[in-house]
């Protein structure tokens, strides 16, 4: 049997009590006013704007025949941040003013609106313990080659990659804490350079040692005569950051001051942190939640593309998934399941597989496939608290978009990455094959999504993606984008 086609996913979400879908199904409306309609994204800087001009913004997109608008929060577009994050970011007191604003004025103009999750792409939210089940995690791995038949005795070895990623000039929250998965040793194959980048490995020699690591990750054990290698696997806490925290520090109920960081996508408890926040600090402040529960006002729950990175991503629960699916432990074959590319994360000087020694691309598989389960239990808890769900497929994610697609209410692609028919057909018969009876059979493209054009794309070349879009089994289009029309920090 073919493996599935794998894509990389990225997503989005909005709450509302009373489901949309409802009023997308059934009656669809006149050419002249289709119930789908088309929507904007509208970008907003953080907290730094002002309520006037984005009731005014909000107006306007109305009065050009729009059924809605996504808003999405970023902290200085990507640039310096010059505003304390305190005062301003995601969830603070004066970003819960301005969302109440656009939300109040998306009733007054009888549209809908689409709350981002968090900042940035809406991957993450503030948290003051970034170091906590539910936060992004990775498999990290260290090396030590033994001298044939050496009584090693000892700590196991350190990965040789720690997390220091950037975004946008962000740093990460540089977690170090690890939690062993796996210790093993194998010999290499005959022949094989140990100082190569690539260490092919003999599968049949391979050593599970897990059970022999003491609580402070020591370990005894007598090397093989051949060339080996002892190789330790441990799982961390990624820290990739969405919004920089606070100038002087974080502070108790100030959300503002945490700093917001990617949390973890592939665990029921990762969606959860999400749900939490969005609830105590956003959904709950006067004059959002009971506003967007209103008939016709509150759409989704978004997030973008998930444009972050790891070694490789894992969670706490991943070993007893792919154990449950599979039939089989996943240790002694992390050495090869580590050479999968996860986006922009900086590399290992070296990596290892199995030459020859075994069919590999069926562990890779598996990985995958326990990866995308991952990521349908995390959608499904999302789909589950809020009514409605759009998710949008990403980049370098090693998972099964088409399976994955049809489990929010409104998964929604981007011209950007899903530039032909064929390419949008894959999500899209997902979504409308997929669902069962009763679904919402609604699929959303990010159109207008194209490097380089930001400012200067033809109405032709629009029209263009728009069609393709819709040839592909898409039925909503979402513009990209709306700007904020009002000064902003640090631009003349």
Not at 221 to 234: G, I, K, Q, R
Request: hydrophobic content about 40%.
């Amino acid at each position: 049997m073919l493996a599935p086609i794998l894509w990389s996913i990225s997503f989005a979400t909005f709450y509302r009590p009373t489901s949309v879908a409802g009023l997308l199904t059934g009656d669809l409306g006149t050419f002249a006013s289709p119930k789908t309609g088309i929507k904007w994204r509208y970008w907003i800087q953080d907290a730094s704007v002002s309520t006037d001009i984005v009731r005014s913004d909000i107006a306007e997109i109305a009065s050009v025949g729009s059924s809605g608008f996504e808003l999405l929060s970023y902290q200085t577009y990507g640039g310096t941040v010059l505003l304390d994050p305190t005062d301003y970011a995601f969830g603070s007191s004066r970003f819960v003013d301005v969302a109440a604003a656009a939300v109040q004025s998306a009733q007054a103009s009888g549209i809908t609106v689409d709350f981002a999750m968090g900042p940035n792409q809406g991957a993450g939210v503030p948290v003051e313990d970034v170091d906590m089940e539910g936060m992004l995690t990775e498999l990290v791995f260290g090396s030590y080659f033994p001298s044939p038949g050496e009584e090693f005795s000892g700590p196991l070895p350190n990965p040789t990659i720690f997390p220091d990623v950037e975004n946008n000039d962000t740093p990460s929250a540089n977690i170090t804490t690890l939690a062993l998965v796996s210790a093993i040793v194998a010999q290499l194959v005959p022949g094989t350079d140990p100082t190569f980048f690539r260490v092919s490995l003999d599968w049949s020699t391979v050593q599970d040692l897990t059970s022999q690591v003491d609580k402070s990750l020591n370990l005894s054990f007598t090397a093989p005569t051949p060339p080996s290698v002892l190789l330790a696997y441990y799982s961390r806490r990624n820290g990739y950051p969405e919004a920089e925290a606070g100038f002087t520090g974080s502070f108790p109920n100030k959300p503002g001051s945490w700093g917001s960081f990617v949390i973890d996508h592939f665990s029921a408890k990762g969606a959860e942190v999400t749900t939490k926040f969005m609830e105590q600090y956003i959904l709950s402040q006067e004059g959002i939640g009971a506003v967007a529960a209103l008939p016709n006002v509150g759409g989704y729950v978004w997030e973008d593309s998930m444009e972050f990175w790891a070694q490789l991503f894992w969670t706490d629960s991943f070993p007893q998934r792919f154990l449950e699916r599979h039939g089989y432990e996943i240790n002694k074959t992390l050495p090869v399941v580590s050479t999968i590319s996860t986006g922009f994360a900086p590399k290992p000087s070296q990596s290892f597989d199995f030459g020859t020694t075994v069919e590999s691309a069926r562990f890779l598989e598996d990985y995958q496939d326990t990866l995308t389960s991952l990521y349908m239990d995390y959608m499904q808890t999302f789909k589950n608290w809020s009514h409605t769900f759009s998710n949008q497929p990403a980049y370098n994610f090693h998972l099964d978009v088409a399976a994955s697609a049809a489990v929010p209410d409104a998964p929604e692609i981007e011209t950007l990455a899903i530039l032909t028919v064929d390419e949008a057909r894959q999500l899209s018969g997902g979504v409308h094959l997929g669902q069962a009876a009763g679904g919402t059979h609604i699929m959303s493209s990010e159109v207008g999504a194209n490097f380089g054009q930001a400012s200067s794309m033809r109405m032709a070349d629009l029209i263009n993606d728009a069609n393709i879009q819709y040839a592909g089994g898409v039925n909503v289009a979402l513009l990209h984008g709306f700007p904020y029309s009002g000064p902003t920090t640090g631009c003349t």
